[in-house]
């Protein structure tokens, strides 16, 4: 009896060890967080996770700035000289002095046209400057016509001189062209300086139409 049971044991045991040899060798086995497999051995979880893939960046696109339309600047146009305009100015342009001496300045026109006649307005400073006297230039007798001055109209205080002259009959023409139509004396009378401006000029023909203005032209006197 006792000799059964061994055999028996033998049998239990030749069978317990051919299942363990005959186990396949891809079948995976689970210890505490080892994963044997294929005889390699693995921590964690088996499967090991589906990796999620990282999305690639997108790349922003660089805003490109619009150009800037800049306006163009309006040219202001050059005035076209009036071919008919008569111009006036003082000469000499500048003029240096001492105190208490006398000087004088030309009022000239240029582009005269059969001239006969002007009337005109010199301002001043009555601080630096006073008026002593007026005189026709030779330029209004210069072909022959009998001219009359027109003042002067002195005022010292406010710093004014209007002068002027007129000529008569239709015969002999007027003269064209340029030339000295008044002479003007002043006094230096204070140290500073003192613009000679022109206004309220009109220079007329002998039939006392009035002629346009072209480039007026004043001067300025320093006294020292």
Do not use: C
């Not at 030339?179 to 003007?184: N, V």
């Amino acid at each position: 009896m006792k000799i059964f049971r061994y055999f028996i044991l033998l049998i239990i045991i030749s069978v317990s060890l051919r299942t363990i040899f005959l186990m396949p060798l891809t079948k995976a086995r689970f210890t505490d967080k080892v994963l044997v497999k294929n005889n390699l051995i693995a921590t964690g979880n088996w499967p090991p996770p589906t990796l999620t893939p990282t999305p690639s960046p997108t790349s922003t696109p660089t805003p490109t700035p619009s150009p800037t339309s800049v306006p163009t600047p309006t040219l202001t146009p050059t005035p076209t000289p009036n071919p008919n305009a008569a111009n006036t100015r003082i000469d000499p342009a500048a003029i240096s002095i001492a105190v208490g001496q006398n000087f004088t300045v030309d009022l000239i026109v240029s582009n005269a046209k059969d001239m006969g006649g002007f009337d005109s307005t010199t301002s001043f400073n009555p601080n630096v400057i006073e008026f002593v006297s007026a005189s026709l230039g030779s330029f209004l007798t210069s072909t022959g016509r009998s001219v009359t001055p027109l003042g002067p109209i002195i005022n010292n205080t406010a710093g004014t001189v209007e002068y002027g002259s007129n000529s008569f009959g239709l015969n002999p023409a007027g003269p064209n062209g340029e030339g000295i139509i008044a002479t003007l004396t002043f006094r230096a009378k204070g140290v500073g300086q003192s613009n000679l401006s022109l206004s309220n000029i009109q220079i007329f023909s002998r039939l006392a139409i009035l002629q346009p203005n072209g480039q007026i032209i004043g001067g300025t006197v320093r006294v020292q």
